[in-house]
């Protein structure tokens, strides 16, 4: 059964600072993986999916990498702003899950001025 | 605009009471998710239906049922065996293989 480990579990930096969210899972053979953004009480937006046959998908500020070899995802963030504080969360589908997104617990995420 | 629709927001439920969701999508997706969020905690997944008139347990579906008799709505009852209801519930849905998945804006059912 897949696992999803997201480290760490939160942070806080300054604003402007580039910073590194992890996500690791443990079967390499997965089908995609996605990030995605939750702020307080609210629902879940995609930022980046990546297909298994991908090694990174960038938007804007975001950029998403996929090492499958080694279980690994880093989301990378440019230029930090207030406005980024969230919870950020990645899901893996795979074949052995039924393509059934597989979600970690998330990064919390805190830029203060 | 094209998107899911959760309701209520907040939900309230009394010991021995049967609560339900509503989850409707106009995206014309096929497939449909339920995920129960407690704090600080992941995603983790209740039911799941692929298709109209189908459905399968996640992880954790005891005390829950749902029901996909159309395409755009999966509503997800939590019955009275489910004791510890409190949580954020989450809907989600997603078109194809290797496309976004799409979240309504979730509901946080209560206990009384």
């Known amino acids: 059964k897949q696992e999803v480990t997201q480290i760490p579990a939160a942070l806080s930096v300054p604003e402007g600072e580039n910073l590194v969210l992890n996500c690791s899972f443990t079967?390499?053979?997965?089908?995609?993986l996605q990030w995605f953004r939750q702020d307080p009480g609210k629902g879940l937006t995609s930022l980046l999916l990546?297909?298994?046959?991908?090694r990174e998908q960038t938007s804007g500020r975001l950029n998403a990498s996929l090492d499958k070899s080694s279980g690994r995802s880093t989301l990378y963030i440019a230029a930090s702003q207030p406005g980024d504080s969230a919870t950020y969360l990645c899901?893996?589908?795979?074949?052995?899950?039924?393509?059934?997104?597989?979600f970690g617990r998330g990064t919390s995420l805190i830029v203060h001025p | 605009d094209g998107g899911i629709t959760q309701s209520p927001k907040y939900l309230f439920r009394k010991e021995g009471q049967n609560v339900t969701l509503s989850c409707e999508q106009n995206?014309?997706?096929?497939?449909m998710y339920w995920y129960r969020q407690d704090p600080g905690q992941g995603l983790r997944l209740i039911y799941y239906?692929?298709?109209?008139?189908?459905?399968q347990k996640g992880d954790i579906a005891e005390g829950y049922s749902v029901s996909r008799e159309k395409k755009e709505s999966f509503p997800l009852t939590v019955t009275s065996a489910q004791k510890n209801p409190t949580a954020f519930y989450l809907c989600?849905?997603?078109?194809?293989?290797?496309?976004?998945?799409?979240f309504g804006s979730g509901t946080q059912l209560s206990v009384l």
């Open positions: 899901a893996v589908s795979d074949e052995g899950g039924s393509y059934i997104p597989t």
């Open positions: 989600a849905s997603e078109g194809a293989y290797n496309e976004k998945l799409f």
């Open positions: 239906s692929q298709i109209v008139n189908d459905f």
């Open positions: 079967d390499s053979a997965i089908y995609n």
């Open positions: 990546i297909q298994s046959s991908q």
């Open positions: 995206l014309n997706h096929d497939a």
